[in-house]
């Protein structure tokens, strides 16, 4: 019997329950079945597989997909705007209920590629650090990278527009998606925060997740997830419609991006998430003091 976890918050605990797919779960009264279900949707590069399943697939007339960046689609969940999205896994403390709703991911088991703090410095001589507007799991992770890991005393910035053209002399910029794939090739150095990660804990990481912020038909769960194996299934396929001049495509599909939520991904989601809580934490002492 084909199954599917949910990773959900109880108080301050992180659990996975496994859906017996077969079984139909109670609907909340939110939760309309004869109205299609909203879904936050990314359209950059390393999504592509994700959105040819759902596509090919006949959940595609279930849902009512609403495009956006991630830390927007994030703002939509959180709202109660969106019944479920691709987002940003920093989110799931701030949600009241969150569940994982598949076994797929925008994750990484090291370079990432498209995740890289951007400088034409080497490390130890950036001062300020621009912060990508677009992703709050990439922004968080690399202040975490920059205080735990490179141990670097540099002002951070947060951004709300393009700011590219401002990383010169000792100013850097995390830069997220298509636009890190673009410009990478421009600055000197490209510091990968999915390898440096890998380096730090030894884990892979977990960037985004199919989130959504109640529990919805399990009848639903089961196809959408169906849809998201098509989708990772047919990396030649989405290769052949989605060129890419910047980056080689094969290589980006097949070895910097993982899209499978296996028990490692999990791992190093969880340690992300304490880490921010840690992290969280710090800076409220900080701000007292």
């Known amino acids: 019997m084909s199954k599917a976890f949910a990773l959900y918050r109880h108080g301050n605990q992180l659990q996975t329950t496994n859906y017996k797919l077969k079984t139909p779960l109670p609907l909340r009264a939110k939760i309309n079945q004869l109205s299609k279900i909203k879904i936050g949707i990314v359209n950059y590069l390393n999504t592509k597989p994700l959105l040819y399943g759902i596509a090919h697939s006949p959940v595609r007339e279930e849902i009512e997909l609403v495009p956006d ?7 939509m969940l959180l709202e109660n705007r969106i019944d479920a999205g691709l987002v940003p896994v920093a989110i799931i403390p701030r949600l009241q209920e969150s569940h994982i709703i598949t076994d797929y991911c925008i994750g990484c088991d090291g370079p990432v590629a498209s995740v890289c703090l951007l400088s034409n410095v080497p490390m130890e001589e950036i001062k300020k650090v621009l912060i990508d507007y677009q992703s709050r799991t ?9 205080r735990k890991y490179w ?10 527009a393009d700011y590219r053209d401002q990383i010169k002399d000792a100013t850097a910029g995390l830069v997220i998606g298509d636009r890190c794939l673009e410009y990478r090739s421009k600055v000197k150095y490209a510091f990968d925060l999915g390898e ?4 730090f804990t030894g ?7 199919w989130i959504s912020n109640k529990k919805l038909p399990t009848s639903f769960i089961e196809k959408f997830n169906e849809a998201n194996k098509l989708g990772v299934s047919s990396i030649e396929k ?3 419609e989605n060129s890419f001049i910047n980056y080689d495509s094969q290589t980006y599909f097949s070895k910097n991006v993982s899209y499978v939520m296996d028990e490692q991904k999990k791992k190093g989601m969880e340690l992300f998430l304490q880490m921010l809580e840690e992290e969280s934490s710090v800076v409220r002492s900080e701000l007292k003091s």
């Open 69 to 75: 960046y991630p830390s927007n689609i994030a703002t």
């Open 138 to 146: 990439s922004a968080n992770l690399v202040k975490i990278l920059i």
């Open 151 to 160: 141990k670097i005393d540099v002002e951070l910035v947060d951004t709300k």
């Open 196 to 199: 440096a990660w890998k380096d």
């Open 203 to 209: 884990l892979p990481f977990v960037f985004a997740a």
């Open 238 to 240: 989405v290769i052949a």
